[in-house]
């Protein structure tokens, strides 16, 4: 079994940061592209940011320049910093991954739990 737990998330001001976290944990083999989705109220979860393994990324549009996706591999940890927030921003925010776990050859798509993420004043 494959595991993927978050953490960072919270209530901030608009303009205000946020680091969130994301560590892949269980029976692992490899992972290959890591990611953030967000699904505000009553809207479609949409991407937010991707990294390959070798650390190749991709933005949506609208947290370019704002946020900042990483990984560290040792630790099978994906990161996003979060910045000049926007009510906008508002969502549950979840973690996604590539896994190849040891029981098998087959890469599977795993997700976390999900964070809420409340800018607000």
């Known amino acids: 079994q494959v595991q993927l737990v978050e953490s960072g998330g919270g209530l901030v001001q608009p303009g205000g940061s946020l680091r969130l976290s994301c560590a892949a944990s269980g029976s692992i083999f490899s992972i290959n592209a890591m990611g953030w989705y967000r699904q505000a109220p009553g809207k479609q979860r949409e991407l937010v940011a991707t990294i390959t393994r070798g650390g190749s990324t991709n933005y949506a549009d609208s947290v370019k320049g704002r946020f900042t996706i990483s990984r560290v591999n040792a630790k099978n940890t994906v990161y996003l910093q979060m910045n000049s927030l926007k009510r906008e921003d508002t969502a549950v925010y979840y973690c996604?991954?590539?896994?190849?776990?040891?029981?098998?050859?087959?890469?599977?798509?795993?997700w976390g739990q999900g964070t809420q993420v409340t800018v607000s004043s």
């Open positions: 996604n991954a590539g896994v190849r776990s040891n029981a098998g050859t087959r890469m599977y798509d795993y």
